[in-house]
């Protein structure tokens, strides 16, 4: 199953609102594989990275998840910190 991050997020917000999060997450848990595109073109809020910090860790050592950016790791906006900090 293919999305972009914005897409992701909306689509676990609309699930958190709505009060079934962790029915969407075990939704998404029986798709093989997940791709979340886009990763690092816009900051997210607390909330929504939160949000794709629940999926990405739901999926973990279980199936697969592909994340895709055109940006350079250390130019992506979640992982600016992380890069900063490897270098």
Not at 8 to 17: E, F, K, N, P
Not at 48 to 75: C, D, H, P
Request: charged share 20%; with cysteine; hydrophobic share 45%.
């Amino acid at each position: 199953m293919f999305a972009t991050a914005s897409e992701w997020v909306d689509q676990l917000a609309d699930a958190h609102h709505a009060g079934s999060l962790h029915g969407e997450l075990r939704k998404l848990a029986r798709y093989p594989v997940l791709v979340i595109d886009e990763v690092g073109y816009i900051p997210f809020e607390a909330e929504a990275a939160n949000l794709l910090f629940q999926l990405v860790s739901s999926r973990y050592e279980r199936v697969s998840l592909i994340v895709t950016s055109k940006k350079a790791f250390g130019k992506a906006h979640m992982f600016a910190r992380t890069y900063a900090y490897c270098r």
